[in-house]
């Protein structure tokens, strides 16, 4: 089992930042990837950025340029730094652990991006 719990979301104006953070803890070995994803309201869950193991980071083309995902192995904590945030951000984030041909979440944060 692997346990996820993120942190960081909250209110921002447009064109603010914010950093998510996901801590992770149990059976954290052979990780496959790690990424977020995200959910607006009435919408799909959607890929925001992914680290595979051995691989090379992937961003939705929205977020390029302005989203950053990286990864503290010492603390197991994986992280989403948002730059110029959009209203069309706003959603709420989960954190993704793929180990084993197992997937697991964390509960998610809320991002809302408002003046």
């Known amino acids: 089992q692997v346990q996820l719990v993120e942190s960081g979301g909250g209110l921002v104006q447009p064109g603010g930042s914010l950093r998510l953070s996901c801590a992770a803890s149990g059976s954290i070995f052979s990780i496959n990837v790690m990424g977020w994803y995200r959910q607006a309201p009435g919408k799909q869950r959607e890929l925001v950025a992914a680290i595979p193991s051995g691989g090379s980071t992937n961003y939705r083309d929205s977020v390029k340029g302005r989203f950053t995902i990286s990864g503290d192995n010492r603390k197991n904590t994986l992280y989403l730094q948002m730059n110029s945030l959009k209203p069309e951000d706003t959603a709420v984030y989960y954190c993704?652990?793929?180990?084993?041909?197992?997937?697991?979440w964390g509960q998610g944060t809320q991002v809302t991006v408002s003046s």
């Open positions: 993704m652990v793929g180990v084993l041909g197992m997937t697991y």
